[in-house]
């Protein structure tokens, strides 16, 4: 039996350059997962030297104001290396979230997984 929280909370998949990231819980809220997303995704780019990553939240349905600050270091590194994040399948409610926060504003967020990995190109 695993540890809790050790295993990875993401699902990763490359489609040529861009690494599309889908989270495994629905719900974003403990502070350890946020802890292990945010070192998995930080992997993305210090270990694996990826420049393009798309966050897909379609199976998101609840997230902690504590995993947008993961989200905000995370832009951060990604432009550190001149590279692109991308979001998208962000439902209503934690959409509103980005909206009251301004995070809209920083962050790319497109409709579905098509249009976000359209969003790369342009």
């Known amino acids: ?3 809790p929280g050790r295993r ?3 699902e990763v998949e490359d489609n040529g350059e861009i690494a599309i990231v889908n989270f495994i819980d629905r719900k974003i809220l403990d502070e350890q997962n946020i802890q292990k997303i945010g070192e998995d995704l930080f992997s993305l780019i210090d270990q694996y030297d990826r420049k393009k990553i798309l966050l ?3 199976n998101v349905e609840y997230l902690s104001s504590a995993a947008l600050g993961k989200f905000i270091t995370l832009n951060k590194k990604v432009q550190a290396k001149n590279g692109k994040l991308v979001m998208c399948h962000i439902n209503e409610d934690i959409y509103e979230v980005f909206e009251i926060t301004r995070l809209d504003r920083l962050f790319n967020i497109q409709k579905d997984e098509q249009s976000a990995l359209q969003a790369f190109s342009a």
Do not use: E, G, K, V
């Open 1 to 3: 039996m695993s540890t």
């Open 8 to 10: 990875s909370r993401l």
């Open 56 to 58: 897909n939240f379609i």
